[in-house]
Each structure stands twice: as structure tokens, then as C-alpha cells.
């Protein structure tokens, strides 16, 4: 989904790339290491592979290791290997989602499960590896391509008369082409003083529950006749929900670090959510 993303606005903006899928196994370093000697000329490597099913996790933890740690510590190798900084896209599962105000990058990381677990790790062995790499946490990602909370919200209300949506979670909504702007600006940072490496933050503007989200996603989707049913969205409970995993009850995640270090005006996640719904979905 950022891939695919990232990959339409550099084609846009004239900037060439190589892109990599799962001919390119992350898990392999020497297959890594010799693409790199087939590219030498490469300055920024951006990893957007990740392993995301985050109750398969619990089952595949070997699996989900191999990708968010494993690889990133290949990915980070072969980048510090070409002399490349690495933009390396992590998660707000790092945190245990116990907090009540917005999380800032230097709080105190917690996973509670295994992906979060995997993932923090993997930032660990990004900075091991290669100093110079950005790590760029993100929540609640959607996109025209890829499975993703928008479209399967607007598949269930095109067939479904109710629906029952989660409201004890909050986040904050990111529409992967305002990310992918994002990442755009590390690489091309204008006139912009130096941007110190790290980890930043990055999501849309302002927080809701899932079911809140979900309401929204409804309304625009009927304004802008990508509906053409009613469906009745009923706010419940995380438990009416069993799941192997216990996910974040607050991924609020604070952005003025980005903001500052890249001078960006972040959109409102129902702005994007409009935008994307009205220009991407038809």
C-alpha cells in the first residue's frame, strides 16, 4: 500500500528508482548485499516491508521476527554497506497504548504483543547497523492499494444493513499518499536546515475511535455516492471483539518534532479521509 504509494509520487516528482517485491527477500542478506553491489549508486533506501497480521504474529512469531527484525537488520547492513541512509517505517504498536496524552518519540516503549515486539526491536537493529536511518512511526494507514480499514469498512456497508464498530480504541487515521509527501521530504528537503536522524512521528491530524472512523468513512461515502445503501454503525466494546492479541487502547502519537524538522502543515485526518474517498475510490 506505501509502496505502491511512494513508487506513483516519485515517478510524478521525476525521481528515479529502483523498486524491490518478494523477488527481493529481506530475510536473505547476502541476496541484499549482492543487489546492492548491482546498485551501487543508490543514496536512500526505504524499507516498507513488514510483516502486519497482528493476531498471525502471535502464531508465526518466528515468521514475524524474520521480517521486522531480521530484515531490517539486513536492509540497515546493505544500506550502511552503500553508504545510503535508510527511512525505515515502524509502528505505534511500540507502545502499550496506556497513555492518555499523545506519545512523543523519546516515551518509554512497551509492546504488548509480538508484532510490536518485532518491530521495535527492528529500530533497535536500524540504528545498530546504520546510523544513519530515519525511523518514521506511523498508525492506522490506509491507501488505494492493499488491504486496509477504508475499504474493508465501505465492502461490509455496501452488503451489510448493520454493523458493529469498536470504540474504546483511539488513533489517528493516515492516508498513505500524505505519508508518502512525508517521506518525499526527508529525501528532498528543499532549503530546509539539516534534518537530524532519528525517530519521528508521523500521522494525520486530530484522533477518533474506530467507530467514529468508521462513521465518517459513511457519511463521505454517501456524500459522494460511493454508497448507494443506508447501514447502521453501532459503537461496542473491544471484547465483543475476541482476539489473541491486546491492541492499543491509545495510539495517539504527537507530531511537532516533524513538523518542526520538515516545516510540514500536517492535513486533518477527515480532510485526507474526504480527499481520498472523493479522488481515489471508484
Not at 540504528?127 to 530515519?134: A, D, G, R
Not at 494507514?141 to 448493520?162: A, C, D, I, P, W
Not at 494525520?204 to 475511535?209: F, L, V
Request: neutral net charge; contains cysteine.
Amino acid at each position: 500500500m506505501l509502496g505502491a504509494e511512494l513508487c506513483s509520487l516519485l515517478e510524478k516528482e521525476g525521481i528515479p528508482f529502483i523498486t524491490s517485491g518478494r523477488e527481493l527477500d529481506i530475510r536473505d542478506k547476502t541476496a541484499l548485499l549482492r543487489f546492492a553491489e548491482q546498485h551501487s549508486h543508490i543514496k536512500w533506501l526505504v524499507n516498507c516491508a513488514a510483516y502486519t497480521a497482528v493476531e498471525k504474529a502471535e502464531e508465526e512469531q518466528e515468521l514475524c521476527r524474520s521480517i521486522n527484525t531480521d530484515g531490517v537488520a539486513h536492509i540497515a547492513e546493505t544500506a550502511a554497506s552503500l553508504g545510503a541512509v535508510l527511512i525505515h517505517l515502524s509502528t505505534d504498536y511500540v507502545f502499550n497504548g496506556k497513555a492518555k496524552n499523545p506519545y512523543k518519540e523519546d516515551d518509554p516503549s512497551d509492546p504488548i504483543g509480538v508484532y510490536g515486539i518485532t518491530k521495535r526491536h527492528g529500530e533497535e537493529c536500524a540504528f545498530q547497523k546504520n546510523p544513519s536511518t530515519y525511523i518514521v512511526r506511523t498508525a492506522w494507514l490506509y491507501g488505494k492499494n492493499g488491504k486496509n480499514f477504508v475499504q474493508t469498512m465501505l465492502k461490509r456497508m455496501s452488503e451489510q444493513n448493520e454493523l458493529n464498530v469498536v470504540n474504546d480504541q483511539r488513533g489517528s487515521p493516515t492516508w498513505a499518499a500524505d505519508l508518502s509527501r512525508t517521506i518525499l521530504s526527508f529525501i528532498r528537503p528543499g532549503d530546509k536546515k539539516y534534518i537530524p536522524y532519528g525517530i519521528y512521528h508521523y500521522t494525520n491530524e486530530g484522533s477518533c475511535t474506530w467507530f467514529e472512523f468508521a462513521v465518517a468513512i459513511y457519511h463521505i461515502a454517501k456524500e459522494c455516492a460511493l454508497l448507494k445503501k443506508d447501514c447502521l454503525i453501532n459503537p461496542c466494546s473491544s471484547e465483543e471483539f475476541p482476539s489473541k492479541v491486546k491492541r492499543p487502547a491509545y495510539s495517539v502519537m504527537d507530531k511537532e518534532k516533524i513538523k518542526m524538522a520538515l516545516s510540514l502543515q500536517i492535513p486533518d485526518w477527515r480532510s485526507s479521509l474526504k480527499e481520498y474517498l472523493y479522488q481515489c475510490v471508484r
